[in-house]
């Protein structure tokens, strides 16, 4: 599904969906007017529709679908429905919020740790979701190249592309193996073709939360240095860092799209 961001503020809630106690003054601020989203997952409460988005840069977030023009209904093959109301691990959304049906990925609608865990930045949870969006993206990203070329290929071109899309759709599962370059102002990932994936420079102070916060942090953040990679998954890599004057903290990176994962923790 892909939609429309319209609306950033809570003026465009019909005032009986205003079911979360949104005001007209309520920022959904990331989103930003004009742009379209894709949508990860969705939540009913009552006869108001919730898109769980993700906008650049971002964590992702729930935003009423009040807020966007649907432009493309299509969803992965792998969503599922979750009806909380007779599930006993999601029941407490329905008790609680009246949330009645969760859909999305099977993450999302099995696990209900997962569903709180996003709501909370847990770390793992947010690596979790990322390796979805990932997933998803790369998917969406075949739809639109099926949907642009089909239309006029041949039945030759047409077997070369499904050969190609095949291919791809298969590398999807496997994680590319990646080259970290630690330097004191930065952190690079490159990819086993030697290609840069992305870089990241020293922490903003959204980034960093408040682990440490001395009056000046923001100084202190710009002036620290990366030291060296003091742990690695197959889908994250956790640098240390140390802001000038500070302690060494342990930053944790998603390899796919270099995103801080959670907040900073104090290196042992």
Known sequence: MLALCEFNTGRAIALSERYLHEIDETEFSPLKI???????GLKFIFD?????????GQNPMWAPSSLFKLVDTRI?????ICMTKSNSDFALLYDTFKIDCVIG???????????????ERSIDELQRFFEEKH?????W??????CTFVLNASGTELKELFDVINRERVSLSEHNSVT???????VKVTNNNGALLWERSTPTLAEWGEVW??????????KGQYQYVNGETSDTITVVFTPYGGLDFNITFNKINGLVIGKPSEAR
Not at 34 to 40: A, F, I, N, P
Not at 76 to 80: K, S
Not at 141 to 146: A, G, I, S
């Open 34 to 40: 004009g742009e379209s989203y894709l949508v990860y």
């Open 141 to 146: 990203d075949l739809t639109v190249q099926e």
């Open 213 to 222: 916060m001395p009056s000046d942090i923001e100084d202190r953040l710009k």
């Open 105 to 119: 990925y099977p993450s999302l609608t099995n696990n209900y740790s997962h569903y709180i865990g996003l709501l």
């Open 180 to 186: 970290s370059s630690i330097k004191p102002q930065s």
């Open 48 to 56: 108001r529709i919730d898109y769980l988005v993700c906008a650049s």
């Open 135 to 139: 997933r998803a993206d790369a998917w």
């Open 76 to 80: 992965p093959d792998n969503w599922e």
